[in-house]
């Protein structure tokens, strides 16, 4: 791997004299990010070439595998051996190790991390409407922001090859995703700061655009049937059951299953600390909740193996809450942009949120358990609607494409300086031609390493469990 670095810093620090430095105008921070094209061309982000000392990809994965619940790491092989998408989902760490010797132009801004298509969607705000935004910062942490953006292109190219899009129209995909991040960052660079950040993506804004009637009158479906849903009516059939005395979470055994008696009460003690992180307001909430039960729930492709699970609290025995609480390691950027300042890595991915999401969780908030695992806790199941990627036609890719680029520019607008970014990408497509160049070679490199996982599981040298067999 490559050694720890980290990036210059994006703003000077306030001065404690009388004083202080006026701040850059809006010229003159333009021109700053003009002048990092000299050091860093934009074209020259369109380069990827595997090194010579390439970390083996099967070693990176099992370096990820540390710290994760023996039981479930075959299901997370299982999971990223379906294809070269689902690889590249559970492969964030490789991707890191590899962006750090591409071409950055030193601005940096609070960074998703695993940025690709998957982890973006709807949810509702604690006052009730549904935005799109990211909804997965497991592995926020300052950093280039170019790193996000390749992320995220290279993903538009392999879902789309899974999907069967030709590679010109992935292409296309990329250029038009990468096309509005540029765009979008100039427009943030022309609002005040404030306007930035009470500025939002709300779903319905983003239906009246769609020019595909399918996928319009899907979202609108998609959308009243997640308004419709509640916990009492949906959520709690379908994950708890009552037994006359108190309820339960129902075990699904290998992804929802009860821990030994001593990690629940470990939990419960997690959570006294939990409560201690909200905001005042909060804690009142919380309090008119008895936390009932814990269980382990297995998520996503990345996540699986880590001690993630759902908590099931009751105000009464009609008004029923889940919390989801989530295993927080470290970074995977961590060893390439520097550690985090947070000492508890649930606190790091609960400041990435607030520094990116245009809304954040009512219940957000994070713990350490007795054994010294780190937590970050969130609602589970808030009017969430995930993107349905697998039945994207290369039309609604493009469509969505343009969102996530528009999506992304937001969270680094909010949290970095969008005048350089906006200076150093300029007007013309040169960076966008640039990183769909990248993007098409690097989902080539994925499928190599997909390749070598499919040989070792051939050869045995890895356990895989196939959900449904």
């Known amino acids: 791997m490559a050694k720890s670095r980290k990036s210059p810093r994006n703003f000077e620090p306030l001065e404690t004299s009388d004083s202080l430095k006026s701040h850059p105008t809006r010229e003159e921070l333009y021109a700053m990010g003009k002048m990092f094209r000299e050091k860093c061309p934009r074209e020259s982000h369109g380069s990827w070439k595997a090194p010579v000392d390439r970390p083996s990809p099967l070693d990176l994965m099992k370096i990820s595998n540390q710290d994760r619940m023996p039981e479930l790491i075959p299901v997370r092989h299982g999971r990223m051996l379906q294809s070269p998408f689902t690889f590249y989902r559970g492969a964030a760490l490789n991707m890191a190790a590899d962006l750090a010797g591409t071409p950055a132009s030193g601005i940096r801004v609070q960074a998703c991390g695993d940025c690709h298509l998957s982890n973006f969607g709807a949810y509702a705000t604690p ?115 009552s037994t006359g005395v108190a309820a339960t979470i129902r075990d699904n055994p290998p992804l929802i299953f009860h821990h030994h008696e001593q990690d629940l009460q470990n939990i419960k003690q997690a959570y006294v600390r939990y409560r201690d992180t909200m905001q005042e307001d909060r804690r009142l909430l919380l309090d008119r909740y008895k936390l009932l039960d814990a269980a382990v729930k297995v998520v996503g492709v990345g996540s699986v193996g880590t001690f993630c699970g759902i908590l099931l609290l009751m105000a009464s025995e009609h008004d029923p809450l889940f ?44 713990t350490e358990g007795n054994a010294g695992r780190q937590f970050y806790v969130r609602q589970l199941k808030d009017m969430k609607i995930k993107p349905m990627i697998e039945i994207f036609t290369s039309s609604v890719m493009q469509e969505y494409a343009q969102l996530c680029g528009w999506t992304l520019a937001h969270a680094h607008a909010r949290s970095g ?48 469990f196939i959900e449904g067999q």
Request: hydrophobic content about 40%.
């Open 417 to 464: 300086e969008p005048t350089k970014i906006s200076g150093y990408l300029g007007k013309s497509d040169a960076f966008d031609n640039a990183v769909a160049d990248f993007a098409v070679a690097y989902a080539d490199q994925s499928e190599a390493d997909h390749d070598d996982l499919m040989q070792a599981v051939r050869e045995g040298k890895l356990e895989v």
């Open 127 to 241: 006052e009730r409407r549904v935005i799109f935004d990211i909804n997965d910062l497991d592995e926020t942490l300052p950093a280039p922001w170019e790193w996000d953006v390749k992320r995220l292109a290279a993903s538009f190219v392999l879902a789309c090859r899974d999907n069967g899009i030709k590679d010109n129209d992935a292409r296309d995909a990329v250029r038009t995703c990468v096309r509005s991040y540029r765009e979008r960052m100039a427009e943030y660079s022309e609002m005040t700061v404030l306007d930035v950040w009470y500025s939002s993506i709300n779903v319905e804004d983003f239906i009246e655009k769609c020019q595909d009637k399918d996928t319009v009158k899907r979202m609108k479906k998609r959308l009243a049937k997640a308004r419709e849903r509640t916990v009492l009516e949906h959520d709690f059939p379908e994950l708890a059951f």
């Open 323 to 366: 919390l989801q609480f989530k295993h927080a390691r470290p970074s995977v950027l961590e060893a390439y942009a520097g550690k985090s300042k947070h000492a508890n890595n649930g606190e790091r991915v609960v400041h990435g949120c607030r520094m990116m999401q245009s809304a954040s969780d009512l219940f957000l908030g994070w």
